[in-house]
């Protein structure tokens, strides 16, 4: 008994002793300490936003969880009995993708027709949905989950700020801004994105047709929270409920999940239909239900990104095999939910993968080569030097990076018998090894998978003694005052970055078209613009009844040193026929157009 006793306390020293370490670096080495300082220096010009009482994208996204949890139970309803948070989860992740597969059958005819997706809110007449609140449990409120919440009132308000990052503005609600404007959802040659899996963009297409650029990163917001939700159910399935408010804290404190919270990007709409689907797969032993359960979800991840096939469904195949479990229903069933968007191409640009494995007159070799460069992962000595340092860059050197997570994981080495536990650590080695062999290695790319490090990380501390736990809180309360400091920024984003389509909204004609050189963020223009992705080319007829040109001087620098942008279209040609200057900052000019 002495020796077992002295065993404990040394791996309670060694978790400690790590932990520790592992702070005092990233808080001096990595100047991190200094984030709380500045934080209290900007405080007297912290502002919440114009956007913040906007209480109707909130109203509007809570009515879209209401319809998709209401339609998602009544379909799973035969397949599971069982009435928790996590199966609930399960009936919103099916009915989200019932309305994102609804709205993109209905879109193809008309845009402005998709809000009949709202009919499917009559499943509230069915028993299936009110069946989960007959026995609701009262949270346990404490430290953690406190800590959540502070993390979501600071996203919130970031989230209530006007969209502004290059992505979302390019082609998640840039795709679903030309879709509007064509008044069905199109073939969009110069956007190759638009042709990419576009779950979570069916639902911000129906935002744009009701509200605003807003309600959507409302609805990726949510996505965060929902996945913190889902988090806590499966540990609380595996292990127990406090276990499953540390690793939801562990989550959704890390600044990156916060940064991803502020936009309206997809990855947050991966990782919450991944975290079901790894639950699924980790309660495989529990029934054959939560196998078929985690399929859906898996189908639903790829719905979002491809990505999603290596980091969740790939290394759920190999888990369920290495484990003798049913992997065929799982594979048909995650088949089955990535079907609409495969159709979806296969109808509109003749190629269910387009632009993958494609050759055609908008997709030539040269694209696929530089697509190729940008985005396929090398095994070369950087490649495999990567394979253990990427946890590392981006634990410390990465822009709003915490190491929470690596002071948390590994420290699973230390717990002995957990037969779960070393479940839960093979499966996100599996997810690791498919992200680094089989992506071009972005940290957002991981990140259906660290709900899983995060489940690693709180059952270690759970065991690990108050200590280890106070160090990891600080750490996170640091990151905190990392994400308040964005919060201010996002209040103080320079106005002239979209000065010039502002005021091409504001000051052109409704029938002008313009032509965007050096400018793909035209998910804010509200009147016709010819424009193409870095990747992409322009339309032949690319000048055919201009009538002005945005010319973004700084960033074709970017676009053409990087990408070779832009293809298909002749410079010279514009510039030889650009007339007044009508309006000028220093990013570039509007010009009137000379036939």
């Not at 029934?287 to 979800?297: E, F, T």
């Not at 484990?323 to 609409?340: N, Q, V």
Request: hydrophobic share 55%.
């Amino acid at each position: 008994m002495t020796g077992a006793t002295s065993d404990f306390n040394l791996r309670r020293w060694l978790a400690g002793g790590w932990a520790a370490a592992i702070a005092i670096i990233f808080l001096f080495r990595y100047d991190a300490w200094l984030n709380p300082l500045w934080l209290c220096q900007s405080l007297p010009t912290l502002r919440l936003g114009q956007h913040f009482l906007e209480w109707r994208d909130a109203a509007w996204c809570l009515a879209v969880f209401a319809t998709a949890f209401a339609a998602g139970s009544v379909l799973i309803d035969r397949l599971i009995r069982e009435r928790t948070l996590l199966t609930g989860l399960f009936a919103l992740g099916v009915g989200l993708w019932l309305m994102a597969t609804g709205i993109l059958i209905i879109g193809v005819f008309s845009a402005a027709k998709t809000v009949w997706i709202f009919l499917l809110a009559g499943a509230w007449f069915f028993p299936a949905p009110r069946a989960y609140f007959r026995n609701l449990h009262r949270p346990q409120i404490n430290g953690w989950l406190l800590l959540i919440a502070v993390a979501a009132m600071l996203c919130l308000a970031g989230a209530l700020t006007p969209p502004f990052e290059y992505d979302e503005l390019e082609y998640h609600l840039g795709a679903p801004s030309e879709y509007l404007k064509a008044g069905r959802i199109i073939f969009l040659p110069h956007n190759f994105y638009s042709n990419l899996p576009q779950l979570t963009e069916m639902l911000y297409l129906l935002a744009l047709v009701m509200r605003s650029g807003i309600a959507a990163k409302l609805l990726h917001f949510s996505f965060g929270l929902l996945s913190a939700a889902a988090i806590f159910a499966v540990a609380g399935k595996l292990w127990s409920r406090r276990v499953g408010v540390l690793a939801a804290a562990l989550f959704y404190c890390v600044p990156f999940v916060q940064d991803l919270s502020q936009t309206a990007r997809v990855d947050l709409a991966t990782t919450f239909f991944a975290t079901l689907a790894f639950g699924g797969v980790l309660l495989a032993c529990d029934g054959d239900q939560w196998i078929r359960l985690a399929g859906l979800m898996a189908g639903a991840a790829i719905a979002t990104k491809w990505p999603a096939i290596a980091v969740v469904f790939l290394p759920s195949v190999i888990f369920l095999l290495a484990s003798r479990r049913s992997w065929i229903s799982f594979c048909l069933l995650a088949i089955i939910f990535i079907l609409p968007w495969l159709c979806k191409n296969w109808f509109l640009a003749g190629n269910p993968v387009y632009p993958l494995w494609s050759a055609s007159e908008h997709w030539s070799a040269a694209q696929a080569a530089i697509f190729a460069q940008k985005h396929y992962a090398r095994f070369d000595w950087t490649g495999w030097r990567e394979l253990l340092e990427r946890a590392w860059h981006y634990s410390f050197a990465e822009n709003g990076a915490v190491p929470v997570l690596l002071m948390t994981a590994p420290l699973c080495l230390l717990i002995r018998g957990n037969r779960r536990l070393r479940l839960v650590a093979g499966l996100f080695l599996l997810a690791y090894v498919g992200w680094w062999a089989l992506t071009f290695r972005p940290w957002r790319f991981l990140f259906p998978a660290l709900p899983l490090a995060a489940l690693l990380g709180a059952y270690v501390l759970e065991s690990a003694g108050r200590w280890c736990r106070r160090v990891v809180l600080v750490v996170l309360v640091v990151g905190l005052t990392r994400m308040a400091l964005v919060t201010l920024a996002l209040e103080q984003i320079p106005g002239n970055v979209f000065a010039p389509v502002v005021w091409m909204n504001e000051n052109l004609p409704a029938t002008a078209k313009v032509l965007y050189v050096g400018e793909a963020r035209i998910a804010l223009a509200r009147h016709a613009v010819v424009w193409a992705t870095a990747f992409d080319q322009f339309p032949a007829d690319a000048t055919n009844g201009l009538t002005h040109v945005y010319w973004n001087s700084s960033e074709l620098n970017r676009l053409h040193d990087h990408y070779g942008y832009p293809r298909g279209l002749d410079l010279a040609l514009v510039q030889a026929h650009l007339g007044r200057e009508i309006y000028r900052t220093e990013r570039g000019a509007v010009f009137e157009w000379t036939r």
